[in-house]
DNA sequence: TTTACTGCAAAGGGTTTGCAACATG
DNA sequence: CATGTTGCAAACCCTTTGCAGTAAA
């Protein structure tokens, strides 16, 4: 992932000490771990990565780094939750494409054009139905090259 | 939901029989219940909605009912599974809209044309990815009308 | 020094499974 | 009648929570 790692460290302490919240020893391998995964990770992944960690810990610090922006939670697949760093983070705005077969994740963007018109489209959508769209998410479904 | 109902439960028969399983007291209230849910319904409505039903009974009929090809496993907000009935018996094309706050799975249909820029931008971003996109799922995330 | 955080282990909650009885084709 | 199906309850697995000790600011 081409992006800043020491912004985006600093990132995610601003945010933290912002909500009074502290950077700690078992925060930082799990924002490493985002980091360097390619993709939206699993917590078991995460956790797998630093076995030092306990799992509780994990779950916990997820829900703090969601909680003050600084990851974001990703629904995939019908089992494991995933989070990837926050695109206020990584300024690399992007959707996800998912493997309707085995659940894994993959990220894609859309052309500047495509993703104008696809934002067009969805707020006249929203306009006629119950729902406000902001197109906070956009998962696509399909089949990984890995599956048959 | 403006489908034969007869036909619909024809088309449910017809798969059942076609993959060896029995049409069962079981299963015609889970399809019966789907017919009349207006979008994605959890399991725990689903068993809620006919109490006489087993909760195991109610799982493994929908796992059977999906293999099958009656019904699609709709991925929403991160906690409960939801089931619809399958575009091939409805031949209602539609996509989701998903609360992102409180859960709740809505449904939407694009203008054809909308429809159709769609599925072509798609099928560029898969060829320019390791996925193979069939635009099989079209899930989005917003907020309800009924949340703030 | 205050209080957020950690680890451990136990509790929760949705989903799955083993098994004996039952019902469908 | 052969075998797919059902109910019940126990087993599973991921996730959450309580608590006492630890470490950030």
Redesign the interface.
């Known amino acids: 992932m081409s992006v800043d790692v020491d912004e985006l460290h600093d990132g995610v302490v601003r945010r933290l000490a912002g909500a009074g919240r502290r950077h700690t020893s078992g925060r930082r391998p799990v924002v490493a771990a985002l980091v360097s995964a390619d993709g939206p990770a699993t917590i078991s992944e995460l956790v797998d990565l630093d076995v030092q960690l306990a799992q509780s810990s994990v779950y916990r610090n997820l829900a703090v780094l969601e909680e003050v922006g600084a990851v974001t939670?990703v629904?995939?697949?019908?089992d494991r939750?995933r989070f990837e760093l926050a695109e206020a983070l990584t300024h690399h705005p992007h959707h996800h494409?998912?493997?309707?077969n085995c659940g894994v994740v993959?990220d894609?963007e859309?052309a500047a054009d495509?993703e104008s018109?696809?934002r067009g489209?969805?707020a006249r959508?929203?306009r006629?139905?119950?729902?406000?769209?902001?197109?906070?998410?956009?998962?696509?479904?399909?089949?990984?090259?890995a599956c048959p």
Chains 1, 2 share one sequence.
């Open positions: 939670r629904v995939a697949h019908d939750v494409l998912i493997c309707g993959g894609f859309l495509a018109a696809l489209a969805l959508i929203g006629s139905t119950r729902f406000r769209m902001d197109l906070r998410r956009l998962d696509l479904l399909g089949t990984c090259a």
